[in-house]
Every structure is written in structure tokens, then in C-alpha cells.
Nanobody, 122 residues
């Protein structure tokens, strides 16, 4: 049974920072692609960032230079550090675990967390 549990969401002012965590069980983060997606109200779920099983990182253009994905293999946890947050970053953020396919593809991910709300006020 694979479980992904996100934490760390909340309310922050524009320009602020926030760190999300995704604790995994039943799946080793270092052996699989791990990603963060987000979904704003009325919009489709979109790719934010991923770290491949080999350690390569990928970012959406909209977050490049502001967000950083990392993982702690000992804790089997993936993190999303978000800096210089903007109101348009407001969304529910989802952690996802997949195999070893295309890291940006939403259909590559088999397991999803419950999501955590991030709200950025202007």
C-alpha cells in the first residue's frame, strides 16, 4: 500500500516563503520519479516540479528560480521549497509518485497524496 502524505500548506503573503513536505510509505522516493502538481479553482491540474529517480530535477517555467524540489532518502520524504510566492501560486498542491517515465507527464504518476492548500495573499 503506497501512501503519500503532504503537509506544510497554509496562508502566506505575496513575496513570502513556504515549504511543503511529502512523506512516502510503501514506495521508496529514491527509486522513483516524485513530483508536485497543483490545481487552482476551475483549472486543470498542472505540473510544477519533479525529481527523477536519478536525481535530475525539472521545473515548470512559471516556478523556475523560485521553487526547489529536494528529497531526503533517509526520511523517504520529498520537499518543495517555495520562495517569492505570488497570488497566482494559490492552489491545492499534490505530491505524486511514479515510475521511471517522463517526469513532467501527469499520466506517469500512479499514486497521489490528498493535497494541501496553499493560499498567497496580495
Amino acid at each position: 500500500q503506497v501512501q503519500l502524505v503532504e503537509s506544510g500548506g497554509g496562508l502566506v503573503q505575496a513575496g513570502g516563503s513556504m515549504r511543503l513536505s511529502c512523506a512516502a510509505s510503501g514506495r521508496t522516493v529514491s527509486n522513483n520519479n516524485m513530483a508536485w502538481f497543483r490545481q487552482a479553482p476551475g483549472k486543470a491540474r498542472e505540473f510544477v516540479t519533479a525529481i527523477s529517480w536519478s536525481g535530475t530535477t525539472y521545473y515548470a517555467d512559471s516556478v523556475k528560480g523560485r521553487f526547489t524540489i529536494s528529497r531526503d532518502n533517509a526520511k523517504n520524504t520529498v520537499y518543495l521549497q517555495m520562495n517569492s510566492l505570488k497570488p497566482e501560486d494559490t492552489a491545492v498542491y499534490y505530491c505524486a509518485a511514479g515510475g521511471k517515465g517522463a517526469p513532467r507527464g501527469i499520466n506517469e504518476y500512479d499514486y497521489w497524496g490528498q493535497g494541501t492548500q496553499v493560499t498567497v495573499s496580495s
